[in-house]
């Protein structure tokens, strides 16, 4: 669970047809306007980034179809046909727009991928309490449009994630925007009226930057300092077996804490389950002396039935291990 900040108070108005739903506090605050009726992941995410920034800190979130209004906004998102930063104005639906967010990414930007390409820096640096020139703050920016945002953008545009014909061996409806998509008022609900429909967009604003404060954190606290650490061990791996196609963590990062050794193959990219070099296939299934009969190495624990991981009680052990299934690879061929 991450704890929203203290600025996080409902501040959002509907309106529509004439109705304005009550507002949950009285202060003067700038106000940020989006679209009614159905939302998405995109704006709901992009309000609440633009909520923590310091110049839309606190801000009232309207949601209206009126372009009079609209106009009057002191940002808008995901809707009004222009994107003009100088204006705070981030809508991505007009037909000339080809945005994207930098550092070689290719995804067209959604409301969410530009409000954080422009307020980004200065959002992770003030959840971290960082300077925004800390260079952290740099490592994270495109990592967390990589991991994160990235693929909310990709949904709203409709991109699919993988350019192939055939379809889906199984469907995923758990990620951030199908979930989102769910917060929205059901064709059977009694309660249709601009104040429901500002407390299920106020649910969904909750969720995306949940998420997004969780994202933020585990990078900053778990994949950035596992990252300096895996690229020491990388330089040194030929300390280690002088193939260099071995590498030894020297401390467990960022989730294995076991007692035992691991080695693990490495997959043939960070979205695919397959390994490139699997551990040998009649290891795969077997544990402890099984396993150390067929292997011929004393200490072995276990190897999944994918081979991509595999164990022993002891650093020996496990590198003899890799050494002997990197042989068996190049026996195969």
């Known amino acids: 669970m991450v704890k929203l900040p203290g600025l996080w108070q409902k501040r959002l108005l509907v309106l529509g047809h004439g109705i304005q739903a009550p507002s949950f506090s009285t202060h003067v605050a700038k106000r940020v306007g989006t679209h009614s009726g159905t939302f998405h992941c995109d704006e709901a995410l992009a309000c609440f980034m633009l909520r923590l920034s310091k110049h839309f800190s606190g801000a009232d979130i309207v949601r209206t179809r009126d372009w ?44 969410a991928g530009l409000v954080y390409k422009h307020f980004g820096l200065e959002i992770i640096a003030k959840v971290l309490e960082l300077d925004e020139a800390h260079p952290h703050v740099h490592h994270l920016y495109p990592a967390i449009y990589r991991n994160f945002v990235e693929a909310i953008d990709a ?39 601009s104040y429901a429909e500002n407390e299920a967009f106020h649910q969904a604003m909750a969720l995306a930057g949940g998420e997004f404060l969780e994202n933020v954190n585990y990078y900053a606290k778990s994949w950035l300092p596992a990252r300096s650490i895996v690229m020491e061990c990388l330089a040194a791996r030929e300390t280690v077996d ?59 624990t276990f190897v999944h039935m994918s081979g991509f991981i595999g164990g022993n009680r002891s650093y020996d052990g496990a590198l003899a291990m890799a050494r002997a299934s990197l042989k068996a690879q190049a026996m195969e061929g």
């Open 68 to 111: 009079k209004l609209l106009k009057s906004m002191d940002a808008v998102v995901d809707v009004g046909g222009v994107y003009d930063p100088l204006q705070h104005r981030y809508d991505h639906h007009q037909r000339n727009f080809n945005q994207v967010f930098g550092y070689g990414f290719t995804t067209k930007l959604s409301s």
């Open 155 to 193: 949904v709203d545009n409709g991109v699919n994630q993988y350019d192939l014909n055939a379809p889906p061996k199984y469907a995923i409806n758990t990620s951030l925007p199908s979930r989102i998509k769910r917060l929205n008022l059901g064709w059977l609900d009694s309660d249709w009226s």
């Open 242 to 300: 002088s193939s260099g196609e071995i590498m030894k963590l020297n401390q467990s990062c960022p989730d294995d804490r076991s007692e035992n050794w691991r080695l693990q193959a490495v997959a043939v990219s960070p979205v695919r389950f397959e390994s490139r070099k699997p551990l040998p296939y009649l290891w795969r299934g077997l544990e402890n002396d099984k396993l150390s009969k067929v292997t011929g190495i004393p200490g072995c």
